[in-house]
């Protein structure tokens, strides 16, 4: 997984990512990105396919979940 996350990701998905990971303020985030939190919301929905697209491509997902 944390290969998926170094190289699937933009870098902004990434630093998006890693913070709510460490539980970082969806506030102060969004404040330090200059963004709110639904594009927050959106980047993260969007992290979050591009890695299950890259689970499933390398083996360790099924398609059905």
């Not at 990701?9 to 963004?35: C, D, G, I, Y």
């Not at 980047?43 to 979940?65: F, N």
Request: proline share 2%; charged share 20%; net charge positive.
């Amino acid at each position: 997984m944390h290969d998926a996350v170094e190289t699937a990701l933009s870098a902004r998905q990434w630093k998006v990512f890693t913070a709510v990971v460490n539980r970082v303020p969806l506030e102060t985030l969004a404040s330090e990105l200059e963004t709110n939190r639904n594009a927050l919301y959106m980047m993260m929905s969007d992290a979050c396919r591009v890695l299950r697209a890259q689970r499933i491509a390398s083996g360790h997902l099924s398609i059905a979940g």
